[in-house]
């Protein structure tokens, strides 16, 4: 296959699950080539994502690396045979790339939980309220670049998988903007918190046990070895998918969702915060 110049984060997450299965087998790259009549640099470039692999030469490595966890080889082949190219793809050399990737996660998860702390979610953000915060970035962004950002953003909360968001008081009392804008913020999340498939609470300053300093976004895959948090960084996203880190993540939500408000409790929260604007 041809080696592709920029491969996706969901193209090189199949290269480090292959790269993976090979070490737990114990075998080189070199073995592994030979089992495919290939060199031991075209495995390197399939396990850094670089190239594709096919699905008989995917069941064959899976054999050879005997792994005998069905759904979890069926779900490496639907990673490798997917050609999906997606809204995001229009954005490619425009935004970053991990913009890109990010849409692309969102997609492909059953689902997704937030924790926010300063901001609200991007994916709950009304456009005045992302203006004001792109606005507000260094190095300062043109009104071109500002506005291909919202545009992106809007195409992202499309999304109607199941979505929880874990939303500290903080995020929700900052003013991003002006008076108005805040207060069309709070208006949106109480829109947003009766959709079906979103599921909204609030972590207030007073409740005891709040231990999570920076936020995170959880993405579900078919299945949990497969799943993905991104935390934000200096230099952009950063996609974590190492086993023994997402169980830390895990437990991080389930603490965090321990001392949040219930979603009706959220609510009644919500519209007292946008009365006193």
Same mark, same amino acid.
């Given at each position: 296959?041809?080696?592709?110049?920029?491969?996706?984060?969901?193209?090189? $997450?199949?290269?480090?699950?292959?790269?993976?299965?090979?070490?737990?087998?114990?075998? @080189?790259?070199?073995?592994?080539?030979?089992?495919?009549?290939?060199?031991?640099?075209?495995?390197?470039?399939?396990?850094?994502?670089?190239?594709?692999?096919?699905?008989?030469?995917?069941?064959?490595?899976?054999?050879?690396?005997?792994?005998?966890?069905?759904?979890?080889?069926?779900?490496?082949?639907?990673?490798? @045979?997917?050609?999906?190219?997606?809204?995001?793809?229009?954005?490619?050399?425009?935004?970053?790339?991990?913009?890109?990737?990010?849409?692309?996660?969102?997609?492909?998860? $059953?689902?997704?939980?937030?924790?926010?702390?300063?901001?609200?979610?991007?994916?709950?953000?009304?456009?005045?309220?992302? $203006?004001?915060?792109?606005?507000?970035?260094?190095?300062?962004?043109?009104?071109?670049?500002?506005?291909?950002?919202?545009?992106?953003?809007?195409?992202?909360?499309?999304?109607?998988?199941?979505?929880?968001?874990?939303?500290?008081?903080?995020?929700?009392?900052?003013?991003?903007?002006?008076?108005?804008?805040?207060?069309?913020?709070?208006?949106?999340?109480?829109?947003?918190?009766?959709?079906?498939?979103?599921?909204?609470?609030?972590?207030?300053?007073?409740?005891?046990?709040?231990?999570?300093?920076?936020?995170?976004?959880?993405?579900?895959?078919?299945?949990?070895?497969?799943?993905?948090?991104?935390?934000?960084?200096?230099?952009?996203?950063?996609?974590?998918?190492?086993?023994?880190?997402?169980?830390?993540?895990? @437990?991080?939500?389930?603490?965090?969702?321990?001392?949040?408000?219930?979603?009706?409790?959220? $609510?009644?929260?919500?519209?007292?915060?946008?009365?006193?604007?």
């Amino acid at each position: 296959m041809v080696q592709r110049p920029e491969p996706t984060a969901r193209q090189v $997450r199949l290269g480090v699950e292959l790269r993976r299965l090979r070490e737990a087998a114990g075998l @080189t790259a070199i073995q592994s080539a030979a089992l495919l009549g290939a060199n031991r640099v075209q495995i390197s470039h399939i396990e850094s994502g670089l190239k594709g692999v096919s699905e008989e030469r995917l069941r064959r490595l899976a054999s050879h690396y005997a792994c005998t966890d069905a759904q979890f080889i069926d779900a490496l082949v639907e990673m490798a @045979t997917d050609r999906t190219r997606g809204w995001w793809e229009e954005y490619r050399g425009l935004l970053p790339t991990s913009f890109l990737n990010l849409s692309e996660l969102e997609h492909h998860a $059953r689902f997704l939980r937030h924790v926010a702390i300063l901001y609200v979610p991007g994916l709950l953000q009304t456009e005045d309220y992302a $203006r004001a915060v792109f606005s507000s970035r260094l190095p300062e962004l043109t009104e071109d670049e500002i506005e291909l950002r919202i545009r992106h953003r809007k195409e992202r909360q499309r999304i109607t998988i199941p979505y929880e968001a874990l939303v500290h008081e903080a995020a929700l009392r900052i003013r991003v903007g002006d008076r108005s804008t805040s207060k069309a913020q709070l208006t949106r999340l109480l829109e947003l918190s009766e959709a079906d498939h979103v599921t909204l609470r609030v972590i207030p300053f007073d409740l005891d046990g709040f231990a999570a300093s920076s936020g995170m976004t959880y993405a579900g895959s078919s299945l949990p070895q497969l799943d993905t948090v991104v935390r934000d960084a200096p230099h952009g996203a950063v996609f974590i998918d190492a086993e023994a880190q997402l169980n830390i993540y895990r @437990t991080r939500f389930r603490m965090v969702e321990a001392v949040s408000l219930g979603p009706v409790e959220s $609510r009644d929260f919500i519209h007292r915060l946008a009365k006193e604007l």
